[in-house]
């Protein structure tokens, strides 16, 4: 009988490539120290990225980490739950919910402009008073590690959009910080405050590509 270690290494790297990443890492990479080696291969982690597509994604460079690439390529989505207020307010928490206070609508709304997007059909709406959301989550629960946070710094784009009404102007205000694990800001992307007038209904967009991981997200916009 043939021991699965007998095989050549180009079978073993083919037969390993179709391994869920976690498990190789987590599993794999443990047999034994043949098994141990053949998963730290560049070899394999290119392989992964050719099967799923992400080579495509950036031009190939002889210098890159393949595992990196590959987990950080399979780690990106957007990170903010029920961001289109799909799913009313759930996975947000009020900060301020003033004047008639926090509601989602049907797009376009009484007073607003279809998005720019058809597949987005709902929105948050703020009211006359202070009204602020946020969102905070770990990037640990996400499947980033420490030496990849702390080593790679992953970019992570930072992206929000905003309208006023046909009938009132309001403030709109982004804060998005970057936590310790005890909660201390290690950094902070605030951009100045965008002041809009009744009749301002084009949707904008705000965006940002920011090195580091960014961990808390809230919005702050005051209808006058």
Not at 62 to 73: A, E, H, K, P, S
Request: hydrophobic residues 35%; charged residues 25%; aromatic residues 12%.
């Amino acid at each position: 009988m043939v021991n699965i270690g007998d095989l050549p290494e180009d079978v073993m790297l083919e037969i390993l490539s179709f391994v869920p990443a976690r498990h190789l890492v987590r599993s794999c990479r443990l047999v034994c120290l043949l098994w141990r080696d053949l998963v730290d291969l560049s070899t394999l982690w290119k392989r992964k990225c050719q099967q799923e597509g992400y080579l495509s994604e950036t031009p190939d460079s002889g210098n890159r980490d393949w595992r990196i690439f590959y987990f950080l390529c399979n780690l990106k989505r957007n990170l903010i739950r029920n961001p289109c207020a799909e799913d009313a307010f759930n996975s947000w928490s009020f900060q301020s919910n003033e004047g008639n206070e926090w509601k989602v609508e049907e797009l376009p709304g009484d007073c607003g402009k279809d998005f720019p997007h058809p597949h987005i059909r709902k929105y948050f709406v703020t009211s006359y008073g202070p009204c602020v959301k946020f969102q905070l989550f770990s990037l640990k629960d996400e499947g980033y590690w420490d030496e990849l946070m702390d080593e790679t710094r992953p970019d992570i784009v930072v992206k929000d959009w905003y309208a006023a009404r046909f009938d009132c102007g309001c403030r709109y205000q982004l804060t998005v910080q970057l936590l310790s694990a005890d909660y201390i800001v290690l950094q902070e992307f605030h951009p100045d405050d965008v002041i809009l007038q009744p009749g301002d209904v084009d949707w904008c967009e705000l965006s940002r590509s920011q090195p580091k991981v960014l961990l808390l997200i809230s919005e702050d916009a005051v209808s006058d």
